[in-house]
Nanobody, 118 residues
Framework: QVQLVESGGGLVQAGGSLRLSCAAS????????MAWFRQAPGKEREPVAA????????VYPDSGKGRFTVSRDNAKNTVYLRMNSLKAEDTAVYYC???????????WGQGTQVTVSS
């Protein structure tokens, strides 16, 4: 099993920045990709960014391309999401997820709330 713990959420003014962290523990050797998702009230969960353990990364256009950056520290088994120029519509619960099988995220964190005030 893999355990994921997010941190770094909070309340920030529009235009501000936050860095989310996701620390993985347990059988981390099985992980090939980690990702961030978010879910706003009344909306479906959507992907934000993903990164493989080898460093290939993607930030999804509808979420934060140009404003968000995903990175990882393999030595710490930690993935980060740096969010700049935050907007009110970025308000959501942000979840970290890990995948050992392509196309499927089997492991999820508990989520961290990000609230952007306008």
């Amino acid at each position: 099993q893999v355990q994921l713990v997010e941190s770094g959420g909070g309340l920030v003014q529009a235009g501000g920045s936050l860095r989310l962290s996701c620390a993985a523990s347990g059988r981390t050797i099985v992980i090939n990709t980690m990702a961030w998702f978010r879910q706003a009230p009344g909306k479906e969960r959507e992907p934000v960014a993903a990164i493989t353990w080898s460093g290939d990364s993607t930030v999804y256009p509808d979420s934060g391309k140009g404003r968000f950056t995903v990175s990882r520290d393999n030595a710490k088994n930690t993935v980060y999401l740096r969010m700049n120029s935050l907007k009110a519509e970025d308000t959501a619960v942000y979840y970290c997820a890990a995948s050992s099988v392509a196309g499927s995220y089997e492991f999820w964190g508990q989520g961290t709330q990000v609230t952007v005030s306008s």
